[in-house]
């Protein structure tokens, strides 16, 4: 079993809809919770993080982090065709400094 | 947050042959790591490079294969030796930054090498 699960799409969504975007981990010691944006032919970038339970807003970006369930999301408000990219989910335990990956989804937004 | 640029940016390549990718950071730093990136998969950390020391592979990675150099403080290259099909990859050079008042990292990336093996 992967310790972070994520559904690599695509996801094709209409310009104005509501995107959540999910990964689930394995890993109970898992305390930082990221999100990172790639566009094509670029590298990833940090989006959003959030540190144990709870919600972070950021604009139209929602990152949320149920623990009990081992869960994230990420929730993209009036989604936009420049939203298109592929969003990556990353985890670091408490202990260390390795950042854990999901597999990533790629997100369309159409005009 | 430190600016990185990887050359080439992409390459066809054919089996058996060894391609050399090159990271040069804006700033000074500690540890440069570098990741491969295959379609639907995790992003993989192959190893982490330290100026003036060996660098150090993650399971399923050997110096061999994808020997590293790191000259000094901003540079470092990533070797992939006898190129097979299945190193049909993006591959990532970073950095990482402490999250201000958080114990953990961020990871800066370069836009990446994508390697095509024939």
């Known amino acids: 079993q992967k310790e972070v699960e994520q559904d690599p799409g695509p996801l094709s969504v209409p310009e104005g809809a509501i995107v959540s975007l999910n990964c689930t981990y394995s890993n109970s010691a898992f305390q930082y919770f990221m999100w990172y944006r790639q566009y094509s032919r670029k590298g990833p970038e940090l989006l959003m993080y959030?540190?144990?339970?709870g919600n972070k807003e950021d604009g139209r970006f929602t990152a949320q982090v149920d623990k009990s369930s081992k869960y994230i999301s990420l929730f993209i408000r009036d989604s936009q065709p420049s939203d298109s990219a592929t969003y990556l989910c990353?985890?670091?335990?408490?202990?260390?400094?390795?950042?854990?990956f999901g597999a990533g989804t790629r997100l369309f937004v159409k005009a | 947050s430190a600016v990185i640029s990887q050359k080439p940016s992409r390459d066809i390549c054919q089996r058996g042959t060894s391609l050399t990718i090159q990271c040069q950071v804006d700033?000074?730093?500690?540890?440069m790591f570098w990741y491969r990136q295959q379609p639907g998969q995790s992003l993989t950390l192959i190893a982490t490079a330290n100026q003036g020391s060996e660098a150090t592979y993650e399971s399923g990675f050997v110096i061999d294969k994808f020997p590293i150099s790191r000259p000094n403080l901003t540079f470092s290259t990533l070797t992939v030796s006898n190129m097979s099909p299945e190193d049909s990859s993006i591959y990532l050079c970073s950095v990482e930054d402490r999250l201000e008042g958080t114990g953990a990292n961020v990871l800066t990336f370069g836009a990446g090498s994508r390697l095509t093996v024939l």
């Open positions: 959030t540190y144990s339970s």
């Open positions: 700033s000074q730093v500690t540890m």
């Open positions: 990353a985890m670091i335990d408490t202990g260390g400094f390795k950042t854990i």
